[in-house]
């Protein structure tokens, strides 16, 4: 049999023990920290899927909305969606297009390409910090952090893990945020089943899975959105077959795409 | 501590040994020989996912293509999207509203309310029948299939389940297919947040999470949607609580989406 996507068994394990993150913290070593204290080792295969929030902290993503002067245009787009206005500023320097603004909400693309609720800046989960009014930013590069992180457990430990960045996020059509993946390495985060045969041997029509996509909805389920603390999900068991992809190659480029 | 959705560890078993299914064939019982196979025994809060494929075949949602009549509504798409006429029939036949049409694209509007490329109708991994050209149907209810299978299952095992129907879908705005739950009975499908408080104390904004989707999404990691046949996801681990809600509340209505 041809190397399967299709394992017999999953296993997703919340690490324990992270500790809060700080700016400049090393995140490498508080995975390897929960590892430990899970009990388990890494295995080539593994997936690391880790919260945005925490990347994001250790990267010092943070903005104190006091610093932020708003533009005539944030003012305006503010008016519609009553919104803070510095925050709608720090939006709009985020994104490349804003593609909804209503009371309550601003939709727009990201510059990495993800469309997004607020450019996904939050505020919750972030530490207050003395009159500071700080709200956190999404990471710079999330592909890059993944290849960087990855080849820090990799130095590390001597294992070859996947790395997943993920986040939770509102979607077109249906209630309710799912994980999504913001950035990947090590993994087809498209895998693309062109070529394969179904049951009874025609080619298969529906040709790519969104895998680093249901690894971040997987995870998500183990990292709770709200106090929680479980931002770091091993999972062990998927057969990763396929070139790799990063997680750009899970946004569809706006010609492609019908609903914006 | 408040009861959680956040277990330490969640655990996914494709059940081995499922056969092909025939219509009229009785999926609890295959399910329970899966569990059976897998050398486990079902507990309170499993969830057990099951692929929309199998539960068309068992309700005998099959459609022979040469008894469909394209009506002229369903001839002039058929030109827009280069599609057999006979299948566009049978999309109409299944939604509501189209949304899109263009070349090798339909996408409309379920009568069950979701959007849907194809109306969810699909010819792969469909056994062929002699001159037959048979297409596969959606399950006319997955809520109240979903529904009728805990009961059953309930009934033979002694224990109560959660139950989801989950199916591979494209998305807007992104690359790949990933799981949706098409029906659901016995979990909180639509996770509630609010008046939870962040790591800090805060309220929450972000309020609902998509538990059944995210689990559907996850059990789609082990599926496969090629040769696999490995239709049905035992998932083990996670501690639902809330009320329980079906799929259909996973749909956000046209009133309220932006993106339609």
Redesign the interface.
Known sequence: MSP???????????L?GIP?VKPGDDLAHFILGGVAAADESLSTGDVLVIAQKIVSKAENRYVDLRQVTPSARARELADLCHKDPRLVELILSESDEVL?C?PG?V?VVHRLG??FANAGID??????EGEAERVLLVPQDPDGTCRRLRGELRERSGVDLAVIIND?V???????????ALGASGLP???D?RG?????G?S???T????A???A??A???????????PVVLIRG?KLAGAAANAA????PKAK????
């Open positions: 399967s996507l299709s394992p017999a068994k999953l296993q997703l394990i919340a324990p809060l909804r209503q909400i939709i993800i469309i505020s919750s989960n972030v530490e207050p939770s509102g979607r077109a059509w249906r209630n309710g945020t799912v994980g999504i985060s498209l895998h089943l394969r045969r179904d049951l009874f025609r298969l029509v529906v790519q899975e969104g895998i996509d249901e690894l909805a997987a998500s389920l183990l990292q709770g959105q709200a106090g929680e603390g479980a998927l190659a899970l946004i569809r795409d019908l609903f914006r």
